[in-house]
């Protein structure tokens, strides 16, 4: 995908005068993330305020994943959903079916056979664990784990794990803190690297999450999905999707809890979707067809809790909010853990809307397809 977005003049201009991030602007390549201590209070006042300008000389967030020099042909990344354009992510959603119906209906398809992929953990996991180690071995291939020992950007640089894990394997999974390190990862990777999670996005839940609305009400065209929390990684990947696929998508957040503009403002760009912004979460739910929700407090936020308990109340999915949608068929989802009592009450979690666990299976299927796709072998599904 091109990049969707145009950096302030002044950014442009500083990064290519006298900063080596320039060249990657100048290959159209957006520069990866500045780390969070550099960031600063003044990033942090930014990522917080939905109305603030872009004040930094340096993007925040790049709107541009796809690295794919020095990939073998037909080779590719996955670190943003939006790196898939319309057609392709539809055809990823159903191959995922299909790919589904063929390992459970033929042992002797293996894709996978003699292949590896590294799945990298520097976050804890458990369904992203399970889901593509458990995937590689129904495809014939196998998944070496590496956990947070290899201390990327810390032990060893991002760039130098890429390139060794390279040596080895056919694919490089990557669930990380720093979306900075993920692009050094990608940038310097000779085998495709599929994003697992980041501070900044998490596109494989997006895609489970796609698949488990498509299996429920046929299309996510069209539907009004109310995301109901914090405006993170989530989110962000939400936005992503809308900028891909058709619908009306809404953020419901205390104020001060929004995405980030730069993400609003490019899905906005794309013209596909509605995107809102609302504080108000009983009247944003009226009409939901899916009702989303994340716990409030993320990894490495959880010295927060106190304070994003009080400033996140009314915000909880109950039965009331539920009900409030006016639809006796909306849906309820959550990319798990759940914090059962804080964002979401354990009735809505058991009840007949909720379609968590279905969700979370689906991120084995979604993912088969999209390394699958990554590794140029989405055609060997039908054939």
Not at 117 to 128: D, E, I, V
Not at 144 to 151: D, Y
Not at 169 to 195: C, K, S, W, Y
Request: charged share 20%.
């Amino acid at each position: 995908m091109a990049f969707v977005g145009t950096p302030l003049p002044s950014m442009r201009a500083s990064l290519q005068l006298g900063n080596p991030l320039g060249a990657l602007w100048s290959r159209g390549r957006a520069p990866p993330l500045l780390p969070r201590a550099a960031r600063g209070a003044r990033a942090r006042t930014v990522v917080r305020a939905a109305a603030a300008p872009v004040t930094s000389d340096v993007p925040l967030y790049p709107l541009t994943s796809t690295l794919t020099s020095g990939l073998p042909a037909g080779q590719r990344h996955f670190l943003r959903v939006d790196d898939l354009t319309t057609e392709e992510l539809r055809t990823v959603l159903s191959t995922a079916a299909a790919l589904r119906s063929r390992i459970e209906a033929d042992p002797d398809y293996t894709p996978l056979s003699k292949k590896t992929l590294a799945l990298l953990f520097a976050k804890a996991s458990a369904r992203t664990r399970v889901s593509f180690e458990t995937g590689a071995f129904m495809m014939g291939g196998h998944a070496v784990v590496l956990g947070p020992e290899v201390g990327v950007g810390t032990r060893e640089s991002p760039k130098d794990v890429a390139r060794v894990l390279s040596q080895f394997n056919n694919l490089i999974m990557a669930r990380l803190f720093g979306h900075d390190q993920l692009l050094e990862l990608a940038a310097a990777a000779t085998v495709p690297v599929i994003n697992g999670l980041t501070d900044y996005n998490h596109p494989c839940q997006l895609l489970a999450d796609a698949l488990t609305i498509v299996e429920c009400r046929g299309s996510v065209d069209g539907a009004k999905v109310v995301y109901v929390g914090d405006g993170n990684n989530m989110v962000h990947s939400w936005l992503e999707l809308a900028a891909v696929l058709p619908m009306d998508f809404v953020c419901v957040c205390p104020p001060g809890y929004e995405p980030l503009p730069e993400a609003v403002a490019a899905t906005r760009a794309a013209g596909l979707s509605t995107v809102t912004i609302s504080h108000d979460p009983m009247d944003a739910v009226v009409g939901a067809d899916v009702i989303y929700t994340d716990v409030w407090a993320s990894m490495g936020q959880k010295e927060e809790i106190e304070a994003r308990e009080r400033a996140f109340r009314g915000f909880t999915v109950d039965a009331a909010m539920m009900a409030a949608t006016g639809k006796a068929d909306t849906l309820f989802l959550h990319c798990l853990p759940a914090e059962r009592g804080r964002e979401v009450t354990d009735e809505v979690m058991e009840s007949a809307a909720s379609v968590v666990f279905q969700q979370a299976g689906n991120r084995m299927h979604a993912q088969n397809a999209i390394v699958l796709h990554c590794l140029g072998l989405l055609d060997t599904v039908s054939a």
